[in-house]
Structure formats: structure tokens, C-alpha cells
């Protein structure tokens, strides 16, 4: 039976979600949201130690403007009002991607987050904010070149945004698309991957736990 440490997650749906009930897109992400607060109760149930979340891409920003600053105002809500209540319930969150161009109110937030160190948390979410897995990669090499390091997995891992974190053994994308945009393109080498045709908000506990069967029995082989 697989165990289960890093899943990881590619939320998409929101908007159609939102357009088939005749609402705005930003009314599918606070739905999103909504739902990603459940899944994170059952994570938080299931034991499971590490979550990455595929929250605002590097290429979101081709998206209307409205609709990123309504992204940007659901997190900045979000990480401020449970600021205490996150710690309380020893969940550490830690934010992976590029800072720059996002404003500054949002930098801050990241700051205090990424800054701050529970101690033994139950759950690491780590959300990938502003991210892009070819930048990160590429910032890992020039990093390594400019420290006259070698190049080699070793030295790639501890240079990723991602260096504290296993490799996640499962990753789910809703939504339909059979496509991975830009994440965790190192990370994932030999990740299970699945892809579920619900949006986003319909996803729920139900669907996690079957995904979660099926992915106990596969067998890893890892090229053996
Ligand atoms: C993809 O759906 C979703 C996003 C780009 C945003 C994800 C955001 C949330 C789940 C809620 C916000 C959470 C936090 C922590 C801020 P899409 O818009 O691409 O949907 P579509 O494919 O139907 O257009």
C-alpha cells in the first residue's frame, strides 16, 4: 500500500463553475475557496503531512485585472483573519514563487508567512503564488552557477523553492484538462497523476477519498 506525505493540487474549474450558474468568475474563486477549506479539514484528518496548492500562476497574469486583484483580496482575507487560528491548529503555510510585481501589501503578507516557524505542524501547505516551475528552475541554475556549485540533482533540489519538501506522490488537477501548466515540472518525475473531470467547487471529501484508494494500490515502480 502507498503511503501518502505531498499531494499536491491544481485547482482549475472555478470560472466555468461560475459561468454555468450565470455568475462572474471572481464568485467561482470565493467558491474555490470555500471548498479548499473543506479539503483542507479532511487533508488535515487524513494525516497527510504536505500540500501544495496551485493558487495563482505566473501566466494568470494574462487574466483580466478584476479578477486578479479579486484573487489577491480573497488571499490577503484569508491569511489575515486566520492568522492565529492557522497557528492554533499548528498548520504552517509557506509560499513558493516570483515576489516581484505583486503588490506590496501581498509581499508583506508572504513575508510574515514564509517568516514565520511553528513548531512540529500537523500540515505544511505550501502555496504557489505568482509561480512558475521553468522560472524557478531556471533561478535554481543561475543560482548554482553564480555560487561556481556543480550541477547535479542534489544541488538542483536544495536550490528549488520546494527544498524542504518530499516530491509529491500524488498530484490531482480538476477541471477536465489533462495538462500541467507549469508546476512542479522537476518535482513531480515520478508523481501519480491524476485527472478529474469535476470543477473545482463540486470537488469535494468524497472524490479526495477515492482518488486516495486508487492511488494506494498503484504500483511505483520508479523506472525498476
Ligand atoms: C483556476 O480556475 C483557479 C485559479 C487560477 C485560482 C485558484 C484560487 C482558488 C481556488 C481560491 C483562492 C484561494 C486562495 C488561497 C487565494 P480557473 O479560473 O482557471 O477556471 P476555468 O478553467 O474554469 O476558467
Avoid at 509560499?95 to 508572504?110: A, S, V, W
Avoid at 522537476?186 to 501519480?192: L, R, V
Wanted: aromatic share 12%; hydrophobic share 35%; with cysteine.
Amino acid at each position: 500500500m502507498n503511503k501518502i506525505r505531498h499531494l499536491a493540487i491544481i485547482m482549475d474549474g472555478n470560472g466555468r463553475w461560475a459561468r454555468a450558474k450565470n455568475k462572474n468568475r471572481s464568485y467561482g474563486h470565493s467558491k474555490g475557496l470555500e471548498n479548499l477549506k473543506n479539503i483542507i479539514k479532511k487533508i488535515v484528518n487524513l494525516k497527510i503531512r504536505y500540500l501544495t496548492l496551485y493558487t495563482f500562476s505566473f501566466d494568470n497574469w494574462k487574466r483580466s485585472t478584476v479578477e486578479i486583484k479579486y484573487i489577491f483580496s480573497l488571499l490577503d482575507n484569508y491569511l489575515n483573519k486566520n492568522y492565529l487560528e492557522l497557528k492554533k491548529k499548528k498548520i504552517s503555510v509557506k509560499f513558493i514563487g516570483e515576489q516581484n510585481r505583486l503588490p506590496l501589501k501581498i509581499k508583506k503578507l508572504i513575508n510574515i508567512y514564509n517568516n514565520r516557524n511553528e513548531k512540529r505542524p500537523k500540515l505544511h501547505i505550501n502555496i504557489a503564488f505568482n509561480y512558475s516551475s521553468k522560472k524557478e528552475l531556471l533561478n535554481a541554475f543561475k543560482c548554482i552557477k553564480n555560487k561556481k556549485l556543480n550541477i547535479n540533482e542534489k544541488t538542483v533540489n536544495k536550490t528549488l523553492y520546494t527544498k524542504l519538501f518530499p516530491d509529491p506522490d500524488l498530484l490531482i488537477r480538476t477541471g477536465g484538462h489533462k495538462r500541467l501548466s507549469d508546476f512542479l515540472l522537476w518535482q513531480i518525475s515520478y508523481t501519480e497523476i491524476f485527472f478529474v473531470k469535476k470543477l473545482w467547487p463540486d470537488f469535494n471529501s468524497k472524490d479526495l477519498s477515492n482518488i486516495l484508494r486508487n492511488f494506494k494500490v498503484i504500483k511505483r515502480n520508479y523506472g525498476k
